[in-house]
């Protein structure tokens, strides 16, 4: 008994802070017959701002006997950009890439003094990749 309840408990997988970019995965997930849903959802479409934040995003949920599956289908749709573990350039296919703040520094550099000073959050501050070689950011 100890063990089909196991098998029928949820585990989390991820947090999504994009909810087009969630249903997208689910509806693939659910496509190779990995039973999951999402939850915060509404929060995250609602208070956009705060996704960033400690708890905040959409989350994906799966069945833990589905957990492997998942996880392998998930590494195959995140990196797609990636080779033996390196990050690859899509325009030029170069292995020279950084990751940092993006060709808008001093955008970004703002916006996190403002929200430091006001204490609350003004925009999502996210990470990008640059490539040395032709100068793209994705």
Do not use: W
Not at 10 to 26: D, H, L, M, P, S
């Amino acid at each position: 008994m100890g063990s089909s309840k196991a098998k029928n408990e949820t585990v989390f997988v991820t947090t999504f802070y994009n909810n087009i970019e969630a249903n997208i995965v689910k509806g693939r997930l659910e496509s190779e017959g990995v039973s999951c849903f999402l939850t915060n959802e509404n929060f995250s479409t609602l208070m956009p701002h705060l996704n960033y934040l400690a708890g905040g995003g959409t989350h994906l949920f799966v069945l833990q006997s589905d957990f492997q599956l998942a996880a392998s289908i998930l590494n195959e749709i995140e990196t797609p950009n990636k080779v033996a573990d390196r990050v690859v350039c899509p325009q030029c296919q170069s292995l020279d890439v950084t990751l940092g703040l993006g060709k808008s520094k001093f955008k970004k550099l703002t916006i996190i003094l403002l929200s430091a000073i006001f204490g609350m959050q003004f925009s999502n501050i996210k990470l990008s990749y640059n490539c040395r070689n032709c100068k793209n950011e994705f």
